[in-house]
């Protein structure tokens, strides 16, 4: 008597295997770094995404356009993983790393089609990965934390690189000068995210400025605004955690007054 077979995969999953997937995931992988090729280097050129909302975007970033592609092949995918891992660990090189996996890729593609084995490659990409964490080591310049002027003075000039290739670039002298100033005032641990960043229309470049607190941008619409003053010196604030606004009640409720007489 047959048995019945057993189905693990859904209709329409492609279960192919072996060098023709192997080229497949490769081939893939080099249509990420098309994508962003163009965009590395200081004279790298910006480019127009527009997603499925039709809202445009346009940045010369290898983080900010990887992420608003639409990737769908899993080979691929996974270059896009290593832009946002080197994203949230480095904040840096996010081009970098993704064009350097698919060259790694692209030289290793011949060997794949004459019948070498992947575990081969894999074995040989940690060797060389290997020699090269040693070679560096070796030529590694080491800093000197405890003199704060030669580290600040390091620190500028690594975000002045960073910013060599952005929108910025012809102010990345005031701009470096401004990220310093906010990363060093958090603590060692260096939690990012207490960095934010008020968008404000209108004015220069130039007139972005770094608020050693917290900002709020709220415009003035009350009655007789024109006559206050719009600059506060030491103001008195209160923290709450609870609205003060007022909301609209789902339920429609009536007060109904049957005496106006004021009780003492």
Not at 152 to 169: G, H, P
């Amino acid at each position: 008597m047959m048995q019945p077979g057993i189905i693990l995969l859904k209709e329409g999953t492609d279960s192919s295997q072996g060098v023709p997937q192997l080229i497949s995931n490769i081939n893939a992988c080099q249509f990420i770094a098309d994508a962003v090729r163009t965009t590395l280097g200081p004279r790298g050129m910006d480019k127009l995404i527009v997603n499925s909302a039709g809202k445009a975007t346009i940045s010369n970033d290898g983080a900010t356009i990887i992420s608003l592609l639409d990737v769908v092949h899993p080979a691929a995918k996974t270059l896009v993983d290593i832009s946002k891992s080197q994203d949230a660990e480095v904040g840096d090189g996010t081009t970098t790393v993704t064009l350097l996996a698919s060259e790694f890729l692209k030289q290793v593609k011949p060997f794949i089609e004459e019948g070498v084995h992947a575990q081969v490659a894999v074995k040989s990409f940690r060797k060389a990965a290997n020699l090269a964490i040693k070679r560096i080591k070796e030529i590694a310049v080491h800093i000197k934390k405890d003199d704060p002027q030669e580290m600040r003075i390091l620190l500028e000039r690594c975000a002045t690189t960073a910013l060599s290739s952005k929108l910025v670039a012809a102010h990345k002298e005031f701009f470096s000068k401004m990220v310093v100033d906010a990363v060093m005032q958090l603590d060692d641990l260096l939690p990012l995210s207490m960095i934010g960043m008020k968008k404000v229309k209108g004015g220069a470049l130039q007139d972005s400025r770094l608020i050693a607190g917290v900002a709020f941008k709220k415009t003035f619409s009350y009655a007789g605004f024109e006559m206050q003053p719009k600059k506060y010196k030491n103001p008195k604030i209160a923290l709450l955690n609870v609205e003060l606004e007022l909301k609209a009640e789902k339920d429609n409720a009536e007060v109904r007054l049957d005496n106006v007489q004021v009780s003492v």
